[in-house]
C-alpha cells in the first residue's frame, strides 16, 4: 500500500477519497463496524453538532454540498451519521474500509523505509505512509469508583453508548459530568426518566442553540455561492461564523448598558460565537470578568432554587473551557425530578450495589451515565502503538507531552502524518475545515515527495522544538491556560500539562503554506 489510514470518521474519509484522486493506493483501518467517527461512537440522547450543520460538512465536492439537505441549524446525531454513510456510499469509500479492525500497532523498519500496522487479529499491512485519522475526542476518559464493579444497575459511558439505546423510563438516573456531551443528555434523560440526579464536580459556561429547523429560503442563498460561505469562514480564528462578524470593542472599555445590549443580542442568537461580541474575550481578564458576572447573573434569572443556581454559576474564566452549546439545560434544574449534587468539595466516595455515595449521603439510582468526557487528542494517537527510527515509542517521545512540527509530522517518525494532531488548531476550529486542510496538505506532499524522487518526510528536530515554543506561546497570550480543562489534558490523572492545540486558524494556515512553499522548511526530505 501507498497510505495506511487509521479511523474512518470524517477525516479517514476525505483521506482515502484524497489518496485515490491522487493515484495513490490506500486502506483504512477503523476499530468500529461504520464510518463516522465520534458520531458513529456518541448516540447518547442529545447528542448533536455545536457547529451549524451548514459550515459541519465536507466542501471537497460541490455536488455533494449541493445536493445534501441539513434540516436543522445543529444537526442531530444521527443525522450527521446518515450523512457520514450517504458519503461513503456516494464516493464507494467502503470498499477500502476494513470495520472492527483494531490497530495494535504500527511500526517502522528503518532498513526497508515502510511502516508495518498490525490490527489484533495478527493482520499486518505495509505501507509507505502512515496517516492517523483516529480524531481527538474519541479515546472515552472512563473514571474509576472504588465499588463501581458492585454496583447492580447500568453503567453506560456518553462516548460509547450501546447501540441499542438505554431505556430511562421509570428509572432513576445518575450523570456524572457536566461538559458538553453531560449538558446535551441531561435535559432529554430528565424528560424520559423517574428522577434523575447530576454529580457536578466543576460547573460549565453553555449558551442557549436556539436550534430551529433551517429555513429554505436562507439554505438556498447559502448554496448560489457555497464557496463564498465557505471563504468567509476560513478567514475567522475558529474558521467558523464568517457571517458574524466579531465585536470590534473591548468588552472592559463599554458602559454597562452596552455591554448587556451586545451580550443580549449574543445570548438571543446563540450559539459558539457568544465570545465574539467582543474583540478581546479570550485575551483580556477584565473583559472576560465582566462577560462571565453577566452570565452567572443570567443563570440565576432561570434558575428557580438559589442553592441550585449558585452551584450552577461557573467561577472560572469563561471560554478557557469550550463553552458548550445547550438546549433548555439551565430550566431543567427547575423540574421537581432533577437534582444537583455538587462534587466539588465532596467527590464521589463509593459506589454500593444500589447507588452512589457522596459526603456520606447514597444516591439511590438504577442507571449511571458517565459523561467523563476522553483522553483528548493524544489518547487515541498514543494507543496506536506507534514505534519509529530505532524502535522509539511516541509514547516514549511524548513522556512530557506532545512533540512535533504544524502538529502534522514527528521527529524521528518518517512519512507518519496526523490530521488535526496535537499542536495544530483542530479542536479551536470547526473541525470539518482543519481536516480538509490537512488531508490536502498531506495528499499534495506525498504527490511531492514522488515527483521528486524523495522516499521520506519527517520533522526536523529544531523545527519542532521552536513550533512547541510557539504553540505554548500563542497559548499563553490568551486566556485558555487558565483552568483545567482537556485542552491541558488537565481531566486525566497523570497526564502531563500541555496546551495541546493552537489557536488561530488563518495564521496557522499561511505558516503551513509558507514552510511548504521554502521547499518544506523545517522538514527533513530525504532521497
Ligand atoms: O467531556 P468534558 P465532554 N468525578 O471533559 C467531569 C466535544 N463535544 O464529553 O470539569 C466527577 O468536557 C468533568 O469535571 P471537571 C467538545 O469539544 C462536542 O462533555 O473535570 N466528575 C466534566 O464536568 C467537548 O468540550 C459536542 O471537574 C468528573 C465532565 O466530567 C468535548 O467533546 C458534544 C470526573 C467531562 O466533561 C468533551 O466533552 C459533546 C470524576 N471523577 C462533546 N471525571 C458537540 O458538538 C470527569 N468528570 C455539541
Known sequence: MDV???????????????CRQAGLSAVVFERGGGVGGTWYWNRYP?????????????QFSEELQQEWEWTEKYATQPEILRYAEHVADRFDLKRDIHFDALVISISYDDDRNHWTTTLADGTTTTSRFVVSAVGCLSSANRPRFP??????GKIVHTGEWPHEGVDFAGRRVAVIGTGSSGIQA???IAEQCKHLTVFQRTASYTIPAHNAPLDPQYVRGIKADYATFRAKNALTRAALGGDTPTGTRSASEVSDEELDRILNERWAK??????????DSMVNKVSNDRIATWVRKKISSIVRNPNTARLLQPETVIGCKRLVVDSGYYDTFNRPNVDLVDVSEHPIERF??????VNGKEHEVDVVVLATGFDAMTGSLLKLGVTGRNGTSLRDAWGAG????????????????????????SVLTNVLVSIQHHVEWITSTILHLDAHGHSAIEATETAQESWVQHVNGVASMTLFPMCNSWYLGANVPGKPRVFMPLPGFPDYVSRVAKATAEHYEGFALTN
Open 46 to 58: 442529545g447528542a448533536r453538532c455545536d457547529v451549524p450543520s451548514l459550515e459541519y460538512s465536507y
Open 4 to 18: 495506511v489510514i487509521v479511523g474512518a470518521g470524517f477525516a479517514g474519509m476525505y483521506m482515502l477519497h484524497s
Open 352 to 357: 454500593t450495589p444500589d447507588g452512589i455515595v
Open 147 to 152: 465499588g463501581d464493579d458492585t454496583f447492580t
Open 186 to 188: 441531561i435535559p432529554i
Open 402 to 425: 506532545p512533540v512535533n512540527y504544524l502538529g502534522l509530522t514527528v521527529n524521528g517518525f518518517p512519512n507518519f502524518f496526523m490530521i488535526t494532531g496535537p499542536g495544530s488548531p
Open 270 to 279: 446563540g450559539g459558539l460565537l457568544f465570545l465574539g461580541g467582543f474583540n
